[in-house]
Each structure stands twice: as structure tokens, then as C-alpha cells.
């Protein structure tokens, strides 16, 4: 079982449709929990970090279930902008970090 | 302030050469990542280097493979005798390194170096 799965898409979504990504998690002494964005030929970036009561930030929604180490990053109302892939990523390190990325969830959005 | 920069943006060589692969983190950024991401693939961690402490190199895929790091600041990736299987996007990423439970250092990722094998 591979350490970090996704569902690699792609996902096709009209502009202000809601999607959900999921992911799930192998090593159950996993500490943190991150979302990245990584943009065709680009580098990834943070776009939040997951926490377990569930945060949210603005049109972005991410939820952590410990006990099913499952992961979850919803956007509401998409832009043409949010076209990208979406990283699932998790740092079983405490302390200095060591992260395993899934090979990501790509999301299309059309007019 | 200036992010992480790495160079060459491209580098295609033939199969069997060396290549040197360089980063420059964060200024004061004390960790230092590397990764390799395939076409198709996701991030796949190469080495890691903190401070002073001796890099973990549990990713490097062979003894082709080696990375030092210059007085805790720049570092250089070297490949010898290249295959057509390292082509790939290598990533180099930094952070803040900070130690302690629970503590999260996010991870500011350079532009990535493009290594074509032919």
C-alpha cells in the first residue's frame, strides 16, 4: 500500500461548482497534514495545513480524520484559477519534517 | 525576499555523463530538502540536510546518487553516470528547521531543475 493515495483525476468541474478531494494515509504515527497546490510546470506550494477540528480558509475546506487516516480538501465555488494539482502531503516526522507527497489530484475548472 | 533558487532550469545530457545540480535556499533557512518528481509521479524525497547534523539520505535511489551541502547555505546534487530513469524534475525545498515536538517548518520549494537523459 503506497503511503500517501489519491485519486489522480482528472477532475473536470464547471466555474463556481463545488469538488472534494480525498486522501488516505498509511503510517498511523503520521503527525501533520498539508495541502499543496503545484501548477503545470511549476513548483508546489502551501496552500493550508490540516488541522483536526477542520479548518477553513475562505473558499477552501480541509478535514482530517485520525482514525480513518483519511484526508479531505473541499473548494466551493471554483475559479478557472483553481485549475491546478492538488498534493496530499504528511509529515510522519515529529519535530524536523520529512514529507511523503501523493502524486496528487488534478482539477480542471471550465467556463 | 528572494525564495529558493536553482540552476540550470534544464539540463540535457547523454547517458553516462555526470551533472551537477545546485541550490540556494532561503537565507536563514537551515534545512535543506531534495526531491525528484517524474513525469506523472509525485514528489519523491532524495536527501535531507539540517544544520550541521549528518544528511539523511534514506531517498537517494543508488550510489549514483550524492548531495553536499557548503557551509550549512548552498548545495549540489551530483549524478554520476547518468541514465535515461533519472530524467526527472529535481526539486530542492527549505525551511526553517526548527526543532521540537509538533513544530512545522513549512517548505519554500525552488523553481526545480529539469535533467533530460538522452
Known amino acids: 500500500r503506497k503511503e500517501v493515495e489519491q485519486d489522480p483525476g482528472p477532475f473536470n468541474v464547471p466555474e463556481g461548482a463545488t469538488v472534494a478531494f480525498n486522501c488516505t494515509y498509511s503510517n498511523s504515527a503520521s503527525q501533520s497534514f498539508f495541502w499543496y497546490r503545484q501548477d503545470c510546470r511549476k513548483e508546489p506550494k502551501l496552500l493550508m495545513s490540516v488541522y483536526s477540528s477542520g479548518n477553513e480558509d475562505g473558499r477552501f475546506t480541509a478535514q482530517l480524520n485520525r482514525a480513518s487516516q483519511y484526508i479531505s480538501l473541499l473548494i466551493r465555488d471554483s475559479k478557472l484559477s483553481d485549475s491546478a494539482t492538488y498534493l496530499c502531503v504528511v509529515n510522519t516526522n515529529s519535530g524536523y519534517s520529512t514529507l511523503t507527497f501523493g502524486k496528487g489530484t488534478m482539477l480542471l475548472v471550465s467556463p | 525576499g528572494a525564495g529558493v533558487s536553482q540552476s540550470p532550469s534544464n539540463k540535457v545530457t547523454e547517458k553516462g555523463k555526470d551533472v551537477e545540480l545546485r541550490c540556494d535556499p532561503i537565507?536563514?533557512?537551515?534545512?535543506l530538502y531534495w526531491y525528484r518528481q517524474s513525469l506523472g509521479q509525485g514528489l519523491e524525497f532524495l536527501i535531507y540536510f539540517q544544520g550541521n547534523s549528518a544528511p539523511d539520505k534514506s531517498g537517494l535511489p543508488s550510489d549514483r546518487f550524492s548531495a553536499e551541502r557548503t557551509g550549512g547555505s548552498v548545495s549540489t546534487l551530483t549524478i554520476q553516470r547518468t541514465q535515461q530513469e533519472d530524467s526527472a524534475v529535481y526539486l530542492c525545498a527549505s525551511s526553517l528547521g526548527l526543532a521540537g515536538e509538533g513544530a512545522w517548518n513549512e517548505q519554500f520549494f525552488g523553481p526545480g531543475t529539469r535533467l533530460t537523459v538522452l
Open positions: 537565507s536563514g533557512h537551515t534545512a
